[in-house]
């Protein structure tokens, strides 16, 4: 397939420069998705349907087999040879089961090792003599060690996920996933079902996938081009809202009170402390003559335009018009006949640029958000109502900022810039977005995001027991009301497929004390010896670190070591002394290099074979409160695939027991 491409000769067939070009980048882009994966094989199941399905059969002539695939494959004639696994004839491979068998006779699981076809196992569903067993293939692929970037899962998609996965485009999901269920894996497999299914309408609107980091977008990169999708864009909150530079930091109560939903309303008051009421009448003159609108036909133009709540540079362009309009009723009624013409030209007449500039001045996004965040009477005038004193002093800078370029901007002032942009210009819609790691944004920010998908639909990924901020989403409710998808279907996962069932049981100790709402997860993973807990002296932690990730580094795999932040510059040099090469976060590990040092702040999201965690009570440590602290141990307590060693010098906190 990808021969016949390259072998295509467009020379004959364009008509311009411009077609050349754009059929090249084509054909370059369907080449690029046709390259042959070298450990991802082509076909991982068979189903063996009772009956024929195809139209080309008839009724009686007996069932079909298809094979199910990362992609459609077909011969030189053109015939299928390997099924898309997202096609409606592949469903069953997923959701067919015993009690339910879809008219599939029989599911076959193929295995492989390093490419090549090692293995497979039948599932034969109609056939009552055969008893229900789990499949070892299934087992042997989500246990697979993990050295590279997340792959695909494409082959152990579970009924449940199946279901999120093909849910409609039109509709907004939200997937609350404990540690080790796959919802990120399910939110990408959903975009690759819905450019399957909706490939040219989302190829016209676009599709984005927002991550909480750039480590972990590098990690997830590879899984859509796998597929087959190249096209589908990854950004963090922080790019999307990167209209000023980020030169600073807030502190906790300050960040969380800029991410509050209020500020919405004082920015939106902000905007549009400028516009004033005329006090004197707009005078065109056009030849001899000149016509005259009262102040106050312009006042009720200016205040219809108020009450219309358009966004304020949509009115501000419309004003010129309306009063140009008016001006034009007039000559009608002393006998001209204008025509549209006409009313442009009065609407860029002198007088009425006047009137606009005086009533309805420009706004400048982030010189708006400079002053508010600079002048207390500006801020308390807006604010009035809204934030009490209290908390206007709080989101105040503590050294007033020159000029938008100078000025020490820190995340959350950004998303407020973001948010006065979309007041002046409405922000372009995308047709999907993913939003993974959601538990940790803020209203604000869920607003940022929601205006990118307003037209479009939204795949919404986390878990509230895993949040790490001080303004973490504390029902998925409320934050879809922020994200602007109030009628949003919320899925919840409590099955894990990748942390040993030890490692998950041990880690939910800690739910009732972060999350006392939510299901403790199980795992269909059982791996006796998958935790280990070990209590050193004082002064031997750095060395029994050492010692731990040989040990895991002496298994196939990657390995993680997690720590808190703070004591990562220790480690870093420990392990450079000890001659024991390390990644930092989002470094494609390979054989060569498999240990990762990671600092817990950028664990989320992240997974290992296997995990040594240094000094719990320190990563608790390093956060403003105690219960962000035990959210940040939940989460490095969860990364590990096979196995998990736990180092404490400091004893272990009471919640684990």
Not at 224 to 231: I, R, S
Not at 418 to 445: C, F, I, K, N, W
Not at 493 to 519: D, H, M, Q, W
Not at 580 to 600: F, I, K, N, Q, W
Request: proline fraction near 6%.
């Amino acid at each position: 397939m990808r021969a016949d491409v390259e072998s295509l000769d467009i020379r004959d067939v364009t008509g311009s420069w411009v077609t050349t070009v754009i059929l090249q980048n084509q054909i370059e882009a369907r080449i690029a998705a046709l390259a042959d994966l070298s450990h991802t094989p082509l076909f991982f199941g068979r189903l063996d349907y009772l009956h024929a399905i195809s139209e080309e059969l008839s009724e009686g002539s007996g069932g079909e087999s298809f094979y199910i695939g990362r992609r459609h494959v077909h011969d030189a004639d053109g015939d299928p040879m390997v099924i898309d696994w997202r096609a409606p004839v592949s469903q069953p491979f997923y959701r067919a089961s015993r009690t339910e068998p879809m008219d599939v006779e029989r599911r076959r699981r193929f295995g492989y090792t390093g490419g090549e076809l090692t293995a497979y196992e039948d599932e034969h569903l109609t056939d009552p003599a055969e008893t229900e067993q789990s499949s070892a293939l299934l087992a042997a692929e989500i246990e697979k060690p993990r050295v590279g970037p997340m792959r695909d899962i494409v082959a152990t998609i579970q009924p449940e996920q199946d279901e999120i996965v093909r849910s409609d485009l039109t509709g907004t999901i939200c997937v609350q996933g404990a540690p080790g269920t796959g919802k990120t894996a399910v939110g990408l497999h959903r975009v690759a079902f819905l450019l399957y299914a909706h490939r040219e309408r989302l190829a016209r609107t676009g599709t984005l996938v927002i991550g909480p980091n750039n480590a972990f977008l590098s990690y997830i990169e590879q899984v859509l081009p796998a597929l087959g999708e190249l096209e589908v864009a990854q950004a963090t909150v922080q790019q999307l809202v990167g209209h000023v530079e980020v030169r600073g930091e807030d502190g906790p109560e300050a960040a969380r009170l800029k991410g509050d939903a209020r500020m919405a309303e004082v920015l939106r008051r902000a905007v549009r402390s400028g516009i004033t009421l005329p006090t004197e009448p707009c005078v065109v003159v056009r030849g001899s003559r000149r016509w005259r609108v009262p102040a106050y036909e312009l006042v009720e133009i200016i205040e219809e335009l108020k009450g219309r709540e358009v966004r304020y540079g949509a009115a501000r362009d419309a004003l010129p018009q309306r009063i140009a309009h008016a001006v034009l009723l007039k000559m009608e009624q002393g006998g001209e006949a204008p025509d549209d013409r006409v009313q442009d030209a009065v609407a860029r007449n002198t007088a009425v640029k006047a009137v606009v500039k005086e009533c309805w001045p420009a706004v400048d996004p982030a010189k708006l958000v400079l002053r508010l965040l600079s002048d207390p009477e500006f801020l308390a005038e807006c604010a009035e109502g809204v934030l009490t004193s209290e908390e206007q002093s709080a989101v105040l800078w503590p050294k007033p900022g020159r000029s938008v370029k100078t000025a020490r901007w820190t995340p959350a002032d950004a998303v407020l810039v973001d948010e006065a942009a979309d007041l002046v210009q409405r922000t372009p819609s995308l047709g999907h977005v993913v939003l993974d790691e959601a538990q940790d944004l803020s209203p604000m920010q869920y607003r940022a995001v929601g205006r990118r998908c307003t037209t479009g639909s939204a795949t919404v990924l986390g878990d509230l027991a895993q949040g790490t901020t001080p303004w973490a989403t504390a029902s998925w409710p409320e934050a879809l009301r922020h994200l602007g998808k109030p009628e949003a279907h919320i899925e919840e996962l409590t099955k894990g497929f990748r942390v040993p069932e030890e490692v998950i049981a041990y880690a939910s100790r800690l739910l009732p004390a972060i999350a006392p709402g939510l299901a403790p997860a199980s795992s269909v993973r059982e791996a006796p010896g998958s935790l280990t807990i070990r209590q050193v002296a004082d002064g031997e932690t750095t060395e029994a670190v050492l010692e731990a990730c040989r040990e895991a580094l002496g298994h196939e795999g990657s390995t993680g070591l997690i720590a808190a932040d703070a004591r990562v510059p220790r480690l870093a040099e420990a392990l450079t002394a000890a001659g024991l090469p390390y990644l930092s976060p989002g470094d494609e590990t390979r054989a060569e290099a498999r240990l990762t040092l990671v600092p817990a702040s950028l664990a989320k999201g992240l997974e290992y074979d296997y995990v040594v965690l240094d000094e719990p009570a320190a990563v608790i440590a390093g956060e403003p409160d105690e219960r962000t602290g035990l959210r940040r141990l939940y989460v490095a307590l969860t990364r590990a695939v096979s196995g998990l060693t736990v180092l404490h010098g400091e004893p272990l906190p009471e919640q684990l027991g």
